[in-house]
């Protein structure tokens, strides 16, 4: 997998945008970034993922820098349920199932 | 949402012994994956399935383990001769092939002990 950078933990008040920056500056032209949430004693939650363009969903908003070295994920009003370790990957294309973890950053929201 | 399912939740063993864990998938899902997790650390991926077909398995699956999906649905992941070093959490994963970047599903693990 590209190589991707995350910060170790950040903490957010509950309420306030959460925004996780992960920086992947050997990602090809063709490669995705998936973020993906693992919450205490639970095993890891598909929350987005981008090639290029701005994603939204439900859960959060993924914005892609335009050189696409680096991207933010974005939990708009975080809340206390959102504590968590967040991996930022960058699955090969020619291996898009072969997950590969980093040690994410771990976000803790506080009251 | 039946989700992946797994199966037990936990297992405390003997050093020497061995140790079968099962994995459900989503039913439509025809990929599957086994991944660990040790303490403070992310998943490290083991092995996946395509159907009843093990794809492909990473070096840290050592002789003493050994997955299997017979039949393309639920899977197995067993360990003989356990050590105390094979204390993690062992993940398991689905996927559905064919549709573009299809995200993984998964189950909330089997943590193993080994005494």
């Known amino acids: 997998d590209a190589k991707t950078t995350q910060p170790t933990s950040m903490d957010c008040a509950e309420g306030r945008a959460a925004n996780l920056p992960c920086n992947h500056s050997t990602i090809s032209g063709n490669e995705y970034v998936y973020w993906y949430r693992q919450i205490h004693s639970q095993g890891p939650q598909y929350i987005i993922h981008g090639l290029k363009n701005n994603e939204t969903n439900e859960m959060a908003s993924l914005i892609i820098t335009e050189d696409r070295k680096s991207s933010t994920l974005s939990l708009p009003h975080a809340t206390l349920r959102d504590t968590a370790v967040y991996y930022c990957i960058v699955p090969r294309s020619y291996n898009t199932d072969k997950l590969i973890f980093g040690t994410g950053t771990r976000l803790q929201v506080f009251p | 949402d039946t989700g992946v399912s797994q199966d037990p939740r936990h297992k405390i063993t003997k050093r020497g012994q061995n140790v079968t864990f099962r994995c459900d998938p989503i039913?439509?899902?025809?990929?599957l994956y086994w991944y660990r997790q040790t303490l403070g650390q992310g998943p490290e991926f083991l092995t996946y399935?395509?159907?009843?077909?093990?794809?492909?398995k990473s070096r840290l699956l050592s002789d003493r383990f050994s997955a299997e999906r017979p039949k393309g649905s639920f899977s197995t992941l067993e360990i003989q001769r356990t050590e105390q070093g094979d204390s993690a959490m062992y993940l398991c994963a689905s996927s559905s092939q064919g549709l573009n970047n299809s995200p993984l599903h998964f189950g909330n693990g089997t943590r193993l002990t080994v005494t």
């Open positions: 039913s439509e899902h025809n990929r």
């Open positions: 399935f395509q159907n009843e077909a093990q794809l492909e």
